[in-house]
């Protein structure tokens, strides 16, 4: 789709009333050690999710 957008043959509408963007939470009890797998898990989640391509659709 964002080929065809950015072709033209595809415009966006009502951009104005689009929702805010939804952010991605990994939500953990508080402790002062969290064990390391806990750790690793949240850490490759915050690198693979804010890796741009990750949120692009794949050319067809």
Do not use: C
Request: proline share 12%.
């Amino acid at each position: 789709m964002e080929h065809d957008i950015a072709a033209g043959r595809l415009v966006e509408v009502l951009a104005g009333f689009a929702a805010p963007p939804n952010g991605i939470y990994a939500v953990f009890p508080q402790r002062k050690h969290l064990p390391l797998r806990v750790r690793l898990w949240i850490d490759f989640l915050k690198h693979h999710y804010a890796q741009p391509h990750f949120w692009m659709a794949p050319a067809p």
